[in-house]
T-cell receptor
Framework: DTGVSQDPRHKITKRGQNVTFRCDPI?????LYWYRQTLGQGPEFLTY????????KSRLLSDRFSAERPKGSFSTLEIQRTEQGDSAMYLC?????????????FGPGTRLTVT | RKEVEQDPGPFNVPEGATVAFNCTYS??????FFWYRQDCRKEPKLLMS???SGNEDGRFTAQLNRASQYISLLIRDSKLSDSATYLC????????????FGSGTRLSIRP
């Protein structure tokens, strides 16, 4: 399977704990994006990387959230001191660079439940 | 006003019917437009890009109206497998990569 993969698929954690999610993009895609989606809403942009550089962050990304893409391949999204409001589906997507268009391809997501 | 607005539905139509959705966007400088499909508890999947001249892919036709700032999706001869949420997606032009999703329109096809 050469699509975007995410791990874990589900995560249940207690409030106050830290969690980390991983995303592996399509191999030839330079750009990687993180989104959050809650029930009945479309995905909301969190941040994106061009290779290893984090080029944009949403105001939704509070200080408790951090994302990395250290070698320009896979990425991690960490949430510190989780809150119940963090419960959502966290989606990763990747795309080619600008010249190749904006079409983004999504992974299956990590569903986070904070109890 | 939301940047991208869609009628949430649900649209409940019989198999074989033709159904159309509209989506409006607020930023007149928006550059790229897409329709994504999302099945329940699954990730969004790209259905089609929307070009200025309009485009067709089998039973699906997408149109862009820049003057009125809306895009549309037409599904002909609907199948049971078309039941899903259809997400309108717009690149507002302020960032090369940021895209804005609508909340989606739910479609249910009945036998």
């Amino acid at each position: 399977d050469t699509g975007v993969s995410q791990d874990p698929r589900h995560k249940i954690t207690k409030r106050g704990q830290n969690v980390t999610f991983r995303c592996d993009p399509i191999s030839e895609h330079n750009r990687l994006y993180w989104y959050r989606q809650t029930l009945g809403q479309g995905p909301e942009f969190l941040t994106y990387f061009q290779n290893e550089a984090q080029l944009e962050k949403s105001r939704l990304l509070s200080d408790r959230f951090s994302a990395e893409r250290p070698k320009g391949s896979f990425s991690t999204l960490e949430i510190q001191r989780t809150e119940q409001g963090d419960s959502a589906m966290y989606l990763c997507a990747s795309s080619r660079d600008l010249a190749g268009g904006y079409e983004q391809y999504f992974g299956p997501g990590t569903r986070l439940t904070v109890t | 006003r939301k940047e991208v607005e869609q009628d949430p539905g649900p649209f409940n139509v019989p198999e074989g019917a033709t159904v159309a959705f509209n989506c409006t966007y607020s930023n007149s400088a928006s550059q790229s437009f897409f329709w994504y499909r999302q099945d329940c508890r699954k990730e969004p999947k790209l259905l089609m890009s929307v070009y200025s001249s309009g485009n067709e892919d089998g039973r699906f036709t997408a149109q862009l109206n820049r003057a009125s700032q809306y895009i549309s999706l037409l599904i002909r001869d609907s199948k049971l497998s078309d039941s899903a949420t259809y997400l309108c997606v717009v690149n507002p032009g302020s960032s090369a990569s940021k895209i804005i999703f609508g909340s989606g329109t739910r479609l249910s096809i009945r036998p």
